[in-house]
């Protein structure tokens, strides 16, 4: 699609703060989806805020003069005290600021690093409002919560105020349809249709109306299709994740999850 036929989301949705938060970890997966978020930020001129929670549970777990810590390569054990897990959560703060200015330099971006201590998902759902966008990196939150998307991540994307994208770093991102199921068109980030995404988001090229599919079929039918995004009401995803809890973790397309 052309790109001049990109226009500016701030053309339809007007001067009023827009924000994109990044909930992130140290991780290599969950730096590469801050990446996406500052694309997404700089598209839309909204503000990036990278949000850093500094986990309590894993403090107050390291408190406890028998906690170990075991590698995850090497398997080895190793004693886990409160003074080194402070000191290792000030060198992941700090990889995280540098992430920050590399995924801004070069853009005409507003961002900021807010950094948090308390539980992951308390701290992220406060901070969000109706009006933001919260991306989630799938890699990362699987690298720090397991390797299925845990209830940390359950309750971000079923619980936040606001769109939340989910970003799976492990398989780039390729132009293709906006697909949703017909008969829910979805209200996207900042008020855009359908239509508009597709005029303004290089991302997505046309529209594709889904029918209703159960959880089993609509992995099968994403993963031949592998391009594009899929947009879904969070009452739609619920429904599927009761059929299958782990969908999420294998899709392979970008996932909008709207209030």
Known sequence: MPHESKAPLEQAVGTEALRVLALLDDSRQGLAALQAAAALAEQVRAELVALF???LDLLHCAAFPFSREVGAS????RPLSL???ESSLTRQVHRVERALHQAAAGRELRHRLQVS???VASEALAEASPGD???LGKAGLSARWGSRLGSTSRRLILEAPCTVIIWDERHPPEPGPLRYFRGEAPVLPWGETPEEAVRRHPLFLGREELASMD??????FLARARRGALAITRKRLVALLEQDAD??????VPIVVVP
Do not use: K
């Open 53 to 55: 929670v500094e986990d």
């Open 74 to 77: 090497s398997g080895v054990a």
């Open 83 to 85: 003074e080194l897990m």
């Open 117 to 119: 201590r308390g539980q």
């Open 133 to 135: 966008v919260l991306v």
């Open 215 to 220: 959880a089993p079929t609509l992995e099968r």
């Open 247 to 252: 969908l999420l973790a294998r899709i392979p």
